[in-house]
């Protein structure tokens, strides 16, 4: 039967009906170039994935001589389904950003994508009905997947050093007990990011408010060391705390450079702040938004593969809604779920209580906080709203302060920690803010071990100094 399906595939009637592989073929000149350069890649990966896709387009084809009766649905809904399996994002978020920003209408992707569907399929049912074959549109995918292929080539592209020989400028600190206290050494670190937060500093040059400066007053009162301006080489998340579980890669000029999937694959998924904690017998609790080590992220928020097929998979529709359900969580298909907050509502709301059970001294928590950052939202305190300008981000910034605050009185209320608040960089939104400046400070270290750390992306030597 394989035999003769094979044979039947190459005759002129094949491109009457449709074919798996010709609707993928522009899927894939899009991303051709990021499959060969995959960190996961390997003649052997890409040829199971060549195979399993012919398989996969002979066993369609055998289905639909098979049921021959119900050749017509069979093939409208396959052609359907596989279509937006693999566009559907691309045609989601070009609509949801039409209809919200132009019309002002806010649809969930679920409903773009059933009303998608259902366009796409009454479309070729009424087409089949005038006996219009799938030819056009064969010859279509197949032209449009040749010119995705060509236009993407570029020999010239800049050739990056392996991040593997990326220079590392590791610290040797040597944390001392803060205020004589000679427990000190035995506590807990958390490290809390407050992604995208900008320096008091920066933003006071823009708006002179002295206000700005509230929160940090509120931590010095509380014997927190406070740098309103800290430097961060980095503007990336991924590349600023790959940077920072790796002892300070951003000082190689090269490193910002590199894809997110290489760092995710070579500075995440492998830290050397991880590997150093865990040799010393550490425990490593990730509520995070990025792999450290051999620990899951509490969120992902950001979409990074794992694995080849990851990779293959990585801007179909799938991968999207996956990520957006919290991995197809029941309970997460709610109409009122939103990744983010609910993300940041556990930071704020559980954190303290959460680590609160943990007896365990030598304990280094990764906490992220996605806020200031976009999405604008903390329902029902803080209504969904956009960033059209420095003054929504500032709002939004003093909300967050207030949030922060909250969390902070509580892990600080007995003592038990060693924390770190820091930003991953600043503001990017506005050309007169330095995205690079940031804010940081730091409870239960000593004021000498701190003067050591240089940048945002020190913080790792500090943290391995501390234990």
Do not use: C
Not at 196 to 218: A, H, T
Not at 225 to 248: A, C, K, Q, R
Not at 291 to 308: E, R
Not at 330 to 339: C, E, L, S
């Amino acid at each position: 039967m394989l035999k003769q399906e094979i044979k039947w595939y190459f005759k002129r009637e094949a491109l009457k009906r449709p074919s798996f592989l010709l609707i993928l073929f522009p899927y894939l000149g899009f991303n051709w170039k990021e499959l060969l350069q995959s960190p996961f890649y390997s003649t052997t990966s890409l040829g199971i994935l060549l195979a399993a896709l012919i398989v996969i387009e002979l066993v369609f084809k055998t289905i639909i001589n098979i049921f021959k009766q119900q050749e017509k649905i069979i093939s409208i809904l396959f052609t359907t389904t596989v279509f937006l399996f693999f566009y559907g994002s691309y045609m989601v978020e070009v609509t949801f950003a039409f209809l919200s920003k132009r019309l002002d209408i806010v649809l969930r992707g679920r409903v773009l994508f059933a009303s998608f569907f259902l366009i796409i399929t009454i479309m070729q049912w009424l087409l089949v009905k005038k006996r219009v074959s799938y030819k056009i549109a064969n010859i279509f995918f197949l032209v449009f997947g040749i010119t995705t292929f060509v236009s993407g080539h570029n020999p010239n592209k800049e050739h990056l050093k392996d991040i593997n020989t990326t220079i590392v400028h590791y610290k040797n600190i040597r944390v001392q007990e803060a205020n004589n206290n000679k427990t000190a050494n035995s506590k807990p670190v958390i490290l809390l990011i407050a992604d995208e937060y900008n320096s008091p500093d920066s933003l006071y040059k823009i708006i002179k408010d002295s206000s700005l400066y509230g929160f940090s007053d509120s931590l010095k009162n509380n014997n927190w060391i406070v740098h309103n301006s800290s430097y961060s080489y980095e503007t990336s998340t991924i590349h600023s705390l790959g940077s920072l579980f790796n002892f300070n890669l951003s000082q190689d000029v090269e490193y910002s450079k590199q894809s997110l999937e290489q760092v995710a694959s070579h500075k995440l998924l492998k830290a050397s702040l991880y590997d150093s904690l865990e040799a010393k017998k550490v425990q490593v609790v990730n509520i995070g938004i990025f792999d450290l080590g051999k620990t899951k992220p509490f969120t992902q928020l950001y979409i990074y593969p794992k694995n080849f097929t990851q990779q293959f998979l990585l801007f179909t529709a799938y991968t999207q809604a996956k990520h957006k359900t919290n991995s197809f969580s029941t309970k997460d298909f709610d109409n009122n779920y939103y990744p983010v907050e609910a993300h940041n509502k556990f930071i704020i709301h559980q954190l303290a209580d959460s680590l609160s059970h943990i007896k365990n001294n030598r304990l280094f928590v990764y906490a992220h906080l996605f806020m200031p950052h976009a999405p604008l939202q903390f329902e029902p305190e803080y209504k969904n709203r956009e960033i059209k300008g420095i003054a929504d981000y500032i709002n939004y910034w003093k909300f967050t302060n207030k949030k922060l605050s909250e969390l902070l009185s509580r892990l600080v209320k007995e003592n038990k920690y060693r924390i770190i608040l820091t930003g991953d960089h600043g503001y990017r939104g506005d050309g007169r803010i330095n995205k690079h400046q940031t804010f940081t400070a730091y409870y239960g270290f000593d004021s000498t071990a701190i003067q050591q750390v240089q940048s945002v992306q020190d913080l790792g030597s500090l943290i391995n100094g501390a234990f």
